[in-house]
């Protein structure tokens, strides 16, 4: 029989406890097992940044984590910082940018944004922009108007 | 791509760890960044994970006595953060942005990256220019071993079954040293193409890596007093393996300009 581990996490500040396989990924387990499917599945080794979730605070690749590795940990997704309304202005931005248009990239783009602008840092050039999102593909925009969503949200 | 089945502990001590290691098929887990993807594609399949991101202890830089001694789960992001890395082994301050992406640093370890042994990555070029040494523990005990040694082959170093890297540790730099660090990739965060640590301390130390199967420290080049016979010097001693899209002449090539950049860094910043 496949191995299982009990896990008790924080997900979007609701606490859950399930039995998971060692082998499934923190991705896997949000999409499957708590339906949030707003974090996205690209190539499931790291490469592509479209499962990236926040753990603890941190940004990180969801293909590239066990979901038993999560326990005990708070998991943020594009869902849970909709709701707070965390990213609504990367949200307009990207809208009114046209920062997207089949959108697959995008919940993974805009937890990368956010990782950048909680940074705080001033004067933040384009190429700083590109270098922060280098993790995260997009394969319709050619990345100028994602950059100009980003940059009209930190510098105004 | 999923994962094969595997069964995993975290244990709470090194004890504890060592002795899950014995079990057949077990594995070391840290930040994952390298084994979950091999995972993932099915490259690897143990059955069961021990994931040492528990060990604490392991977590943590300190500066004793002039000598700086990293913790294996430090987190590339964490080096990047830290006051005393940038002051004390500016060497490893400039690899980190080179290291993947923000993500990926946020979970990949110092002490993963050492046990792997990429030969394109960035930490164990900077270990072996820094003349640093790899702290291994095993249940029977520590050894330190020299960052020129360790690196054997290719993914292939000098650590025994059951045994982990622990720390490395790394004199901090001087006041009148100076050390480069210059990487070529084709886009930011990808594997390098090539790329060089150098450090200038009693001489000089040039060690590239993304040019065998574990990095090249070009003594010949390292001993020449002027950057043209250093540059000439390295183009007979380096011989980079090619990959898919440069040759090793390409290589060569882009190693002796790395060379020229690092030496005027060394030779011009204040």
């Known amino acids: 029989m496949e191995p299982a581990n009990d896990i008790t996490l924080t997900v979007n500040g609701t606490q859950v406890s399930r039995r998971v396989a060692p082998r499934q990924h923190l991705v896997d387990f949000l999409r499957d097992e708590l339906g949030l499917t707003g974090s996205h599945i690209g190539c499931e080794h790291g490469v592509c940044g479209a499962c990236t979730v926040r753990v603890n605070g941190d940004i990180v690749r969801g293909c590239l984590m066990l979901a038993v590795q999560a326990d005990g940990c708070t998991v943020e997704t594009v869902e849970g910082l909709s709701d707070s309304r965390e990213l609504a202005a990367l949200q307009k931005a990207f809208h009114e940018k046209n920062a997207l248009q089949c959108g697959f990239c995008t919940p993974g783009m805009l937890l990368a944004a956010q990782d950048l602008i909680r940074r705080g840092e001033n004067g933040m050039s384009r190429e700083r922009i590109r270098e922060h999102i280098s993790g995260n593909y997009c394969r319709c925009t050619g990345y100028q108007a994602i950059v100009d969503a980003i940059e009209e949200v930190i510098n105004g | 791509m999923k994962a094969p089945a595997f069964a995993y502990v975290k244990p709470k001590s090194l004890a504890e760890a060592f002795e899950l290691l014995e079990q057949p098929g077990a594995k070391v887990l840290a930040g994952g960044q390298s084994l979950i993807p091999s995972l993932n594609m099915r490259l690897s399949s143990p059955q069961l994970l021990v994931d040492i991101t528990g060990l604490s202890a392991l977590r943590t830089i300190t500066l004793e006595q002039a000598v700086v001694r990293i913790g294996a789960l430090v987190t590339h992001a964490q080096l990047g953060q830290s006051e005393d890395i940038r002051k004390h082994v500016p060497l490893l301050a400039a690899a980190v942005p080179h290291i993947a992406h923000p993500a990926i640093r946020n979970r990949g370890t ?25 702290v291994v523990q095993g249940k029977d005990g520590e050894r330190i071993v020299s960052a020129e040694s360790f690196f054997k082959g290719l993914f292939e170093v000098d650590l025994r079954p059951g045994e982990l890297v622990v720390a490395a540790e790394i004199r901090a730099q001087l006041k009148d040293e100076r050390c480069a660090f210059l990487e070529l990739a084709r886009r930011h965060g990808d594997y390098a193409i090539i790329g060089i640590a150098a450090v200038q301390s009693e001489g000089n130390r040039f060690v590239f890596f993304g040019a065998g199967s574990t990095p090249v420290f070009a003594r ?28 090793s002449t390409t290589k060569r090539h882009l190693a002796g300009v790395l060379l020229e950049r690092a030496w005027n860094q060394l030779t011009t910043s204040p």
């Not at chain 2, 110092?110 to 790899?134: M, R």
């Not at chain 2, 390292?222 to 040759?247: I, K, Q, T, V």
């Open chain 2, 220 to 247: 010949n080049a390292s001993r020449e007093p002027d950057l043209g016979a250093a540059r000439a010097a390295l183009a007979r001693e380096l011989e980079p393996p090619a990959d898919l899209y440069n040759s």
């Open chain 2, 110 to 134: 110092f002490g993963g990256s050492i046990a792997l042994a990429d030969p394109a990555a960035e930490y164990p070029a900077c270990l072996v220019a820094l003349n640093a040494s790899i």
